[in-house]
DNA sequence: TATCATTGTGTAAGCGATTTCAATGACAGG
DNA sequence: CCTGTCATTGAAATCGCTTACACAATGATA
């Protein structure tokens, strides 16, 4: 492996000349030649282990989600890629497969070494995670959620189901359900919930609190949850989902409960998946940027760390979301 | 930032006694226990990157995928993470959305430092791949594409696409179409597709050239196909694609041309999508273990690294596959 | 008793970069 | 001619850890 203190050699320089040549330092014109000839001769890439120790920065950034394969943590990992790799970072990915138990130890993991920053994606927010963010070594940017007093990149989940429930109150005729999540995650679990109540609510249609569930955002809880309303509830119309997820297994649940392509008509959903709209012709959704939520928390942190003018700095950030097919 | 050398000192041993402590080397039971405490009180975590420095290792993974929204992809990546998270090793994630240049960008960068080895999720293989990989410092796996004098973990696409076709021959009366996707991919593109071919040809129910067309992997490819195709050659009556995610596009356009839910039992995949089985109650498809093949991969990755005796060492693995819905 | 493994320990030499520091030479101003 | 800037430069000191080496004990073996 050659080093620097090779390609010095080779070009009749010190090591620290080198450096400067690499680091934009003082360097004379015909020196910045030898050495640019020197490296290219030699095929010299610097130590990125060695620069880490020396500068204590690694250019990695941790990356925690609850769960890979989930449209919507993939779009947002897809957004965080982006902004990494065009300004020189690289991701640490850490897949905490839903458990808030791990999400703390990767906290503490990364943060005691090498990476400049973290990107959580995050669901459930406990108190120890509050105090864990707070006591953070390195700046730290939230996505999907709103906790007070860290930067966060999350959707207005209350409003947009808000919205939702109102729109739909008025185009169902008959008893509307609701499939939640747990309401540790306070976005997609509490908010939402509260939202589409009010929704209905203001728009003249409570929510009968016996017609609502919950399920683990799987598919298949979506579908045991749908399926139960329907045996108990039978002249349930229609039935809200907290997740695109939930909704497929409902839809699918009223396809074999009251035949083929029924369902299609009476769930709703949150997050826009892109195979749900293709082969339903698309349910009502909220549409949330992921990919920007992804590309805005990982400039607002890289600005940080980068020190860029103007920055942006660590604050809260909330996006737009959409109604669709309402 | 506490280092070794101070709990050395509160130790009243030397920072070598630590290391060796750390690293299981001798050490008698009295310093052991005076460092054990000494590490507690002051709360040393080692530094990843003088260790880095010092041992040339970084217990870092490099995994270059092509397109992380992708559930194929998401569930190889889940079984890369399960098994990295297991034996202490981290992942560095590259997201090269579906651009050769920047899997060979990749590759030079991972090798060229941080990382100890490498997984690939592989699509197309060029020769530049080829010799990217033969010269390669650290050890690489690919996942996804058999290449001759690389370790790999694959399925294969040619036996499963011809049992898929041999099976679809009989039971579909009317002519078949197929769309497939890039011959680069040689296990996507040119395995499926001649495997699928000769498995019909072996039914005796040969596959029209004329009803071949080529989508690029997305939803929307797979929909715009099947329309041009519905419109040259209105009798078609099934069409069988290279991934569900283009089936799914498939589906949708045969209900718009023939009425909802005629799709359903008129198209067939690859890769048995969770969330169209859900929906479509199960369109004929071939199963593949994808979170397998991250497992195994990782696993041979690390066996190598971590010399782990009786190791199964890098080589080729076939993986299984399962046919369903048919 | 002499000899030799076996264990336990500290000293010190790196790993390969960055960066401080002092030194140099050139050049403008007085 | 002297002095003060200013751009350039290399020597050398880190960064925090691992490990080769030398040296002691200690107990076992001949």
Redesign the interface.
Known sequence: MVKMKDVAELAGVSSAAVSRYLNGGYISADKAERIKQAIELTGY?R????R??RT?S?K?IG?IVPK????SV??I??GI?QVL?RRGY??????T?NAADRELEYLDLFQ???VDGIVLVATMVTDEHRAAIASCRVPIVLIGQHVEGAACVYHDDYEAAFELGHALAGRVDGKIAYIGVTEEDRAAGYDRRRGFEAGLRAAGNPLDAALIRRGSFT?DSG?SAARELLSVAPDVSFIACATD?MA??A??AI?EVRG??EG?HRVSGFGD????R????GIPTVHYGYLTSGVEATSMLLDTLDGVEGERGLKTLKLGHQLMNV
């Open positions: 890439v130590s990125s282990q060695a880490a120790l204590g690694t990695l990356v890979i394969n989930s449209e993939s779009r990992t897809a890629g790799g690289q991701m640490l990915l850490a897949n497969d005691n070494h090498p598919l579908y997820t497929a297994g839809l699918r396809d083929m392509g299609i998946n892109a195979f749900l293709a082969l339903t012709g």
